[in-house]
């Protein structure tokens, strides 16, 4: 079974920068794209920026000039560098990998880790 673990949350002033990492159980290249997704309490889960085998990367608009996603397929890592954190961006940060088998998805998440940025 696909094992993705977050870290690098925490707690952060408005305008702060934090780093997280989201470390796969097998090799990234096995998976056709992996992305972060965010919840707030409230809310339903939403992409934020998600990163292709290729190193193609999308971003939503909210985090585009922000946030910068990226891969280290020698550490099976996946990394969301958020800058310029804002109030709105606090929420649990879930890492996704999806992989294509035979016309298939498969998804798999990580168990969140948490994104509080204070005012």
């Known amino acids: 079974q696909v094992q993705l673990v977050e870290s690098g949350g925490g707690l952060v002033q408005a305008g702060g920068s934090l780093r997280l990492s989201c470390a796969a159980s097998e090799s990234i290249f096995l998976f056709n794209v992996m992305g972060w997704y965010r919840q707030a309490p409230g809310k339903e889960r939403e992409l934020v920026a998600a990163?292709?085998?290729?190193?193609?990367?999308n971003y939503v608009d909210f985090v585009k000039g922000r946030f910068t996603i990226s891969s280290d397929n020698a550490k099976n890592t996946v990394y969301l560098q958020m800058n310029s954190l804002e109030p709105e961006d606090t929420a649990v940060y879930y890492c996704?990998?999806?992989?294509?088998?035979?016309?298939?998805?498969?998804?798999?998440w990580g168990q969140g880790t948490q994104v509080t940025v204070s005012s």
């Open positions: 996704n990998a999806v992989r294509v088998l035979f016309g298939k998805d498969y998804s798999y």
């Open positions: 990163i292709t085998s290729g190193r193609s990367t």
